[in-house]
């Protein structure tokens, strides 16, 4: 049972524009969501995380909406730069600990 | 402060042979997630242990998996008779305790093939 879905495999965006993931889930119990970067070979990288309490989290240049009515999250990356191709994966939980649900990734090509 | 640390990065088995798959956590943390990565796919949940003690296998396959995170040492996620299916990556994940909304941080994984 799949509670967390990201809909697009991949997502292609020129350097310096806007990079928009989407990530939609089913289970309205979910407290935590978080955001990783994953490069071929590597383990995913932490990048940014947001409570159910709030709607917006920046940090830098990434920021993610949680919109829970439409149980929906995106993560916004502005300005894209080429380091920033790689798979996103986006990331709940139920409780303040414990196990991760993912999405099955999108990977970002950005392009000169 | 060095980060999750896995090993071996790559392990090659034949059909029916043992896997075992080492994870220190990074200093300070007690906690540690095993998650398995299927090709083409997203992480997946196996087991979630403190030291001593197992707190969520809800993730685990029933047969030939099991999980240990012993007072010294690092976890060890260990496999039996492995079959091509458990071909995959295996990321090791770790954080302090059981705080509020507490980050994982994931270890660079260990790529086991099975012939």
């Known amino acids: 049972d799949q509670q967390v879905k990201q809909n697009s495999p991949s997502l292609s965006v020129q350097e310096g524009r806007i990079s928009i993931l989407n990530c939609d889930y089913t289970n309205s119990m979910f407290d935590y969501f978080l955001w990783y970067k994953k490069y071929p070979a590597e383990g995913p990288t932490f990048l940014i995380s947001?409570?159910?309490?709030?709607d917006k989290n920046e940090d830098g240049r990434f920021t993610v909406f949680l919109n829970k009515s439409a149980k929906h999250l995106s993560l916004h990356i502005v300005p894209s730069q080429p380091g920033d191709s790689a798979v996103y994966f986006c990331?709940?939980?139920?409780?303040?600990?414990?196990?991760?649900?993912f999405g099955a990734g999108t990977q970002v090509v950005v392009t000169p | 402060n060095a980060g999750v640390m896995q090993n071996p990065r790559h392990l090659v088995r034949r059909r029916g042979q043992e896997a075992r798959l080492r994870c220190s956590p990074m200093k300070g943390h007690s906690h540690v997630y095993w998650y398995r990565q299927l090709p083409e796919e997203g992480l997946k949940f196996m087991v979630y242990l403190q030291k001593e003690n197992i707190i969520d296998e809800s993730g685990m396959p029933k047969e030939r998996f099991s999980a240990e995170f012993p007072k010294e040492g690092p976890s060890i996620l260990r496999i039996q008779q492995v079959v091509r299916g458990d071909s995959a990556a295996y990321f090791c994940a770790s954080s302090p305790g059981q705080g509020i909304r507490e980050t994982q941080y994931f270890g660079p994984g260990t790529r086991l093939l099975v012939l």
């Open positions: 947001i409570s159910s309490i709030k």
């Open positions: 990331a709940a939980r139920l409780n303040s600990w414990g196990k991760l649900q």
